[in-house]
C-alpha cells in the first residue's frame, strides 16, 4: 500500500527479543521505546546478580541460530552477568505463577539452592495435584547454590519493665504524689 514501509530485516536476533515494560505503548520519552531488547539486556553490567526472575510469558523463548544456540532473553541476562535465571517456556497464569513464586521466594529465603528450590516447589506442586501446564514453563539456568542471604535476627526481647509503686489506693500516680507531697513539706 501507498505510504507503507516495507520491513527492515534485523539481523541481530537478539534485536527480535525483549521485554515491553509498563508505558510501552506511550513513547514517555524521546529514544526510549519502553522496550528492553535482548540486546539492551546483554549490555546492562549484572555481574555479581546472583538470580534474576521473569516470570512473564515465554521469556524463555528466543530464536535458534545456525551453531549459535537460542538467542532470547536467557542468554542476554547471562552474557550481562546474571548468574542464574528463571524463565519460561510458554504463557503462563498470573495465579498459579504467583502461587509458585511464593513457595520459590520461601525456599530462597530459606537459604535452599536457587535451581533445587524451583525443582522442589514444582514436585510440591504435583504431589498437590497440580498440572504441569502450570509449573512446568519454569526452567533454571545457571549456577547453582544458595543466594546466601542473611539469616533473619529475631527481635530482640523487650526490656522489663520496672514494676510501678503502688500508693494507698492502687495507683501509682497516687504513690508519686505522695512522694512529692513529701519531698516539699521537708
Not at 516470570?55 to 545456525?66: D, K, L, M, R
Request: net charge neutral.
Amino acid at each position: 500500500p501507498k505510504g507503507r514501509q516495507a520491513p527492515v530485516p534485523i539481523d541481530d536476533a537478539l534485536l527480535r527479543t525483549g521485554l515491553a515494560l509498563a508505558g510501552a505503548n506511550a513513547r514517555l520519552a524521546e529514544g526510549d521505546d519502553g522496550v528492553l531488547t535482548g540486546l539492551e539486556a546483554a549490555a546492562l553490567d549484572l555481574r555479581g546478580t546472583r538470580l534474576v526472575v521473569l516470570s512473564a510469558c515465554e521469556t524463555a523463548v528466543g530464536e535458534v541460530t545456525h551453531g549459535g544456540g537460542v538467542h532470547g532473553l536467557r542468554l542476554a541476562l547471562s552474557l550481562a552477568g546474571a548468574e542464574t535465571q528463571v524463565v519460561t517456556l510458554w504463557r503462563v497464569s498470573d495465579d498459579d505463577t504467583a502461587a509458585l513464586m511464593q513457595g520459590y521466594y520461601t525456599r530462597l529465603a530459606a537459604g535452599e539452592d536457587r535451581v533445587e528450590a524451583l525443582r522442589a516447589e514444582q514436585l510440591a506442586l504435583v504431589a498437590a495435584g497440580q498440572a504441569p501446564y502450570f509449573w512446568a514453563p519454569f526452567i533454571a539456568s545457571g549456577r547453582g547454590g544458595p543466594l546466601g542471604l542473611p539469616k533473619p535476627q529475631p527481635a530482640p526481647a523487650p526490656a522489663p519493665r520496672p514494676a510501678p509503686v503502688r500508693g494507698a489506693r492502687g495507683c501509682a500516680c497516687a504513690a508519686a504524689g505522695a512522694a512529692s507531697a513529701r519531698a516539699t513539706a521537708r
